[in-house]
Structure formats: C-alpha cells, structure tokens
C-alpha cells in the first residue's frame, strides 16, 4: 500500500522527493523484532555483555532489519524460564545454557558442560563437527526449538573455600555452592550441596550459610569479591572443565527467515564461540595476577588422591545420567567415544606443549 | 540514471511493472565482486575449504552483495605473492598467514605462531582482548592493508624423522624440513633447515633428501602419507604451538564497505576462528586414532632435555627477533608480558584440568 502512495507520488512529485521516499516503506516493511532473554542480570561480564553484542552484531549485519533486543534475567521472563519462552514463542531467542533444562531431559548436560568431560576446543570439536550439534538439534526439535553452540567459560575454578582441603574425608558434611553434575558429584562424596544464584552466593559465605563456593574462573569470582571471605582458592576444576553457553531460536521464527538472515544469525553465534571464550581466558590471567598479587588469595592444588576420588564419582554420575532414557543413552555414548579421541589428540597436542613449555618457564 | 529511466516508467507503465522493475538495478547497483586470494592449493584440507566456506558465507549474508571469489595460490598470483596483490589492489582480499611477511617485518612472526609462545586459546585471547590485533593493525596500515585474525591449527606436532631422536646431538646435521622461527631454533642447534613447499616434502623424504619434517598434525599429515617413509612421530611440537591464519583486506576496499558489509566481514572471519580451529581438533584426533592402529605409526615424545634445549634456544631467538627494530621490539614485548599471564592462568585451567583428567583416564 505504501508503495502504491510512492509510485503516485513519484509520477506526480518527481525525482529527488521520490528517491528520499522509496527507501522507507521497503525497510520498514522488512523489519522484524527479535527478543533475546538471556539468563544473566544485565551486562554481566561476559555473558551478559556478550548477549548484547550479538543483538548489536545481527542488528548490524542486517542492515537494521533484525532488531534484536536483549532482555536480563526477570525483564521479560524469570532466568529460568526463558526456554520456555522460546519454545512458547513468548521471546523469539534465547541466550544461556543448557544444563539448567536438565529437568526436561538429562542429555541437556552433555551440550554444556561435563565432570571431567571435554575442554573448551575439545567440545567445539565434537559439537561442529562431530555429532554434537546433530544430536542437541535433534533433542530441542521436540520443543520447537533450534539450537545453535554459542561460547565457553573455559576450564572453571575449583572454588573458594574457608579452610584446607587436605582429603576426601573433608568434604563429608561440607555446605558447598555447585550445580549441575559436579554438585552429584560431590554429594555422591559426602558433602550437603546447595544451589544459589550468583547474587546471593556472598553474602550466604559471609553468614557462613555455606563453607565454600565455586563460581567460574578469576575473572567473574575477582568480580564477586569473594576472596574477602574466602581465602583459599582451588584447582584444578574438575565439574566445570568448559561450560558453553546456547543460543536458542523458536523453530517458526527460524523457518520464516530468508537464508540471508539464518545465516546472519548462524555465523553471528559462532564468532561468539571466538570473542567470549577468549574474553575468558585473557581476563582470567590478568584477574588471577590481581587475586594473587594483590589479594594475597592463597591458591592450593587438589591432591592427586582427591584428583582419583573425584574422578571415579564422576564417571559414575555421567553413567546414571547417561542411561537414564534411550536418547540420553545415545548422547553419552557418543559423547564418550568421541572423547577418548580428544584426549588421544589432547595429550599429544596442548597438554604435551602446555607441560613442556611449563616445564622450562621461569615468571 | 537507470532510476530516472524506472521512474518515467512507472508513471507511464502502472504500479505492477513498476514494481517488478524497482529492484533489478538496485541490487545490480549494490553487488561488489571480491577475489580473495589464498596460499593454499585448491580446496585444500581445512584451509582451502575454510576459505571457500568463509567466501560463501559472505555472499550470502549479504544477500549476494559482496559477491566473494576464492584464488587458489597460483591461479591470480603466486602464495606469496597474496600480501602484495591485496596491498596493490590487484585482489581486495587474502587468506593466509602472517609469518609468510615477516621478510617486510619480523614482527609479522608475532601475529601467526611463535616457538614455545601462545596455545590457540591464548592467542585468540591477546589478539582480541589484549593489544594484538590493535598491534597488528598498525604493522598492516603502512601497506595500505587491514588484518583480520582468521583461525588456529592448534598445536602441531614435532614432526616425522626416519631415525630416533635420543639427544640434541642427533640435531647436528640433520637435514629438516620447518619454516620460520621454529627453523631458526633447530639451525642454532645444528641442523641444516630447508623449507619446502607442501607438495615437494613426500619425494624428498622419499629420496632421502631430507632426513625427516613437520608439517602440521595428525588430520593434515595423514594425508600427506609421510608415515610410509619416516616411522617416528615425535611430540610434543614447540615450534608452532597455534600458528594462527590470517584474511587481510585492501584498505581502501575496506573504507569503500558500508558500515552493514564490514561487519559482516569482520564476524564471518571471527566465526573461522571458531570453525576451521574446531575442524583441526575434532579430526586430530580421529586420524591419530588411524596413524597409531593401522598404519603403526611410533609414537615418540621429546625427552625432557631435548624440550630444554629447544626452549633455551627459542628464546634467544625470539628475543634476537624481537630486537631487531622498534616497531618490533614493542609487540614482542607485548608479547612476552601477556604470555607471562597467559602461562599463569592456563596453569590452573586448561593445563591443570587435563593433567588431572589424563592420570585418571583409561582408554
């Protein structure tokens, strides 16, 4: 109908006013608004900021005809309901993780982060050119949802702790702060484990509601300040060992865009597997020299017998989570297989160098 | 002109002809043809096909705008000669490494791969969030080019030798195939260094020319087939422990794209990073499995020694490197301070992760 108005206007009016006229209506016709929840409170470091460079970045490649706009956690919908909202098409996006919907199916786990599973690149590995990404995509297509692998923490801290660990024995009766598997994990060694979103984490430390925490690496945990209640700092991580994030897309939303915007889209997620995990991995240097440094933070290591005991609790969590349903059961079957590969390569590759350059570096 | 001629029609021919009319000459007006060249044969493993991938991306979040045309090394200009053609504007882009250029600068070496330096994951991190791709930005100004960081191989293995390797006296007249610094650390330890291009090392090792080489890792070296002629595949490898690709763009070309079409560049070459580095980790991994039980290949790894005298040496080299003017002085010491960092965090990570995951794993 506007081009209508245009063309008569251009017949009547002439060149300049037309040509001022044409562009509008075409545009605005061609503009489509994209919600993107997310999980996180709004510019948390990383993930949030990262949420809203993506909107920007799609916005941008489209020249302006997705409008993608960021919504923190609770803004549009609660955190933990923003799969949901996709799936529902209450928001056409998401952006967060995909264990927290282990509820809906334990297989969710595998696509985010695993008790001594993959490395970051290890997982990118299996998810874009493995089967990762055919069997997550497989597992949302029953809610009406299509997943895409957005970006990893990188190996996550062992956590804060008021005391030494010096054994296994410790951990019995110990009120500690980890989700997910690794959480199984160490209530399969004894331990009372709670989950508490980001923001109530301190102050529960400080009441001593908690004895200790994990959160993520130097980076975000330097952010929470966690180190004035805490003092001594664990690694290496072995619940968390990469934690990649999601975008999600309402399966209607994604079939009504022309392939030019998939692709935007597409490509958009995947740059971010780049920018966030090396966001990561340069703050965590810069903030572990501050903890260290400047904090006085006490870093211990996890004994090799703590390392075992660990470790053997933890095939056995992804053992009963793995078989748990049919599909489950292929997801961790493949998930296996393809990581004794990686860690075939993993060996040879950048642990071989990583411990032979370790070896000769003086700081 | 042709609007002027649209226009005058679509006041004399009526709305639907108009309409079908408007779009042709807008389109055609708008579409950019960009040949990139690259240094690798035609669809050549990883590499060559990134660079199509990356092209074709392109063309399609563009909506067939930017209209991208990939060069095998030799169809427009020689491999080396890729710098050059995008700096004189006889291609608008390239696809390579930044090493190849480090006869116009020694700092070149920086931005692609240096002896016992970054892991992928560390380089991505300085070149994004440290100083490195804003050092590197600088360097290519002066050739009226803008550098974008493409994709990681990962860390690539110490190479194939027809004889073991017990000491560094084995290193002495050895004639040996690896470019670059890595060359440089093995000629100050008495080898006699060649460089050969990919195609040329199967003969030579052959015929005993050369008496062993490195070429990348598992996936890439498999298909090279140097396992019929030299038995021992020696880890881990120091020499390249990222070597990072590069796609460069002419400058004025670059200051020509809409604010759209730029980043549509920018995130597409970013999503490599994520891809083609993935690509290298997933299929390492499969194609060692393939060298160590069905071609029986022999596993060897460097003594603690040998990766000493290796480190010693590539230390004097880079800093010999790194001295030789000031332009170069200031990103290798960049360099070296965020490495410091980088060895400190991956320690804990990374590295501390997957030393407590390979004691406990069993294959």
Chains 1, 2 share one sequence.
């Not at 909202?85 to 199916?105: L, N, P, R, T």
């Not at 497989?138 to 990188?154: I, K, Y």
């Not at 980890?178 to 004894?190: A, C, D, N, T, Y």
Request: include cysteine; proline fraction near 4%.
């Amino acid at each position: 109908m506007k081009r209508r108005k245009f063309l008569k206007g251009a017949a009547a009016g002439g060149v300049a006013a037309a040509a001022a006229t044409v562009a509008a209506p075409a545009i605005s016709q061609g503009v489509k608004q994209l919600k993107m929840v997310t999980t996180w409170p709004k510019n948390f470091p990383a993930l949030g900021t990262g949420a809203e460079r993506l909107a920007q970045r799609i916005t941008t490649m489209s020249g302006g005809k997705l409008q993608v706009k960021v919504y923190a956690a609770g803004e549009l919908v609660p955190a933990f309901q923003s799969f949901d909202a996709v799936s529902q098409g209450k928001a056409e996006m998401s952006h967060s993780v995909s264990y927290y919907w282990q509820g809906k199916s334990p297989a969710f786990n595998f696509f985010a982060a695993v008790p001594y599973g993959f490395t970051a690149d290890e997982h990118y590995g299996w998810m874009l050119w493995g089967d990762g990404l055919k069997l997550y995509t497989e597992l949302c297509d029953q809610f009406g949802v299509v997943p895409f692998m957005r970006a990893s923490t990188g190996v996550q801290m062992g956590g804060w702790y008021r005391k030494e660990m010096t054994s296994l024995e410790d951990f019995k009766g110990l009120k500690f702060r980890m989700p997910g598997l690794g959480g199984e994990v160490l209530r399969k060694l004894g331990a009372t484990v709670v989950n508490l979103p980001g923001g109530e984490i301190f102050p529960a430390l400080q009441a001593g509601t908690i004895d200790g925490t994990e959160w993520v690496g130097p980076f975000n945990d330097l952010a929470f300040g966690f180190y004035k209640v805490a003092k001594f700092y664990y690694w290496p991580g072995f619940h968390e060992p990469n934690t990649t994030g999601e975008v999600l897309v309402n399966k209607k939303v994604w079939a009504g865009l022309s392939k030019e915007h998939q692709e935007i889209i597409r490509v958009a997620v995947q740059a971010e597997s780049t920018m966030e995990f090396a966001e990561f991995t340069y703050k965590n240097g810069n903030a572990l020299d501050v903890l260290l440094n400047k904090h006085g933070v006490q870093l211990r290591q996890f004994s090799p017998e703590m390392l075992k005991g660990f470790y053997d609790a933890s095939m056995e969590v992804i053992a009963e989570v793995g078989n748990r349903d049919p599909f489950t059961k292929k997801v961790y079957e493949n998930f296996m297989a393809a990581r004794a590969k990686a860690i075939g390569w993993s060996k040879l590759g950048e642990q071989g160098f990583m411990n032979a350059r370790l070896a000769n570096f003086k700081a």
